[in-house]
């Protein structure tokens, strides 16, 4: 069984902001859910997200290597996605928590990338709360689908 957590922050307020990414992500796999598969939007703020995750893992005694997180990540480009496992937060403070919780890194992590053509913001912490522009929405659309048809080849 995998665990498939999608970070954001709860509440009307952070919807179809940058940070909330990750929640997108989840809505999208909701519409094919993966055989096998909990998929998870934690009701904590994003750097308590590992409380949530921690909880979730021990009650269906999911190992880390089962543990899928989708995030938003300011490195790479709009609508690019990178899978990695085992690397450290590079600064996310939700990644952090689950690193901190679990005791380990050895998780699986897509990060979808939001950094704007222009190039990273000076105020990172701002930018990430904004919502996506019309733009950027059409670009995520595409990169979610994208996404979702990836994900299902991988289970």
């Not at 952090?96 to 380990?104: A, K, N, Y």
């Amino acid at each position: 069984m995998k665990l498939i957590i999608g970070l954001g922050n709860p509440g009307k307020k952070y919807e179809k902001t940058r940070h909330n990414f990750g929640f997108l992500a989840i809505d999208e796999l909701q519409k094919q859910t993966p055989k096998d598969a909990i998929l998870l939007k934690p009701d904590t703020f994003m750097n308590k997200s590992g409380k949530a995750v921690k909880e979730k893992a021990a009650y269906y005694k999911i190992k880390p290597q089962d543990i899928w997180v989708i995030h938003d990540d300011i490195d790479l480009p709009l609508g690019e996605y990178k899978i990695s496992r085992g690397q450290g937060s590079a600064g996310h403070k939700g990644v952090q928590s689950i690193i901190d919780e679990l005791g380990t890194k050895d998780f699986n992590r897509i990060r979808l990338g939001i950094c704007p053509a222009s190039g990273k913001p000076s105020n990172v912490e701002d930018f990430v709360l904004q919502k996506f522009t019309a733009e950027e929405e059409k670009i995520i659309t595409g990169a979610l689908d994208l996404l979702r048809s990836d994900f299902n080849k991988l289970n």
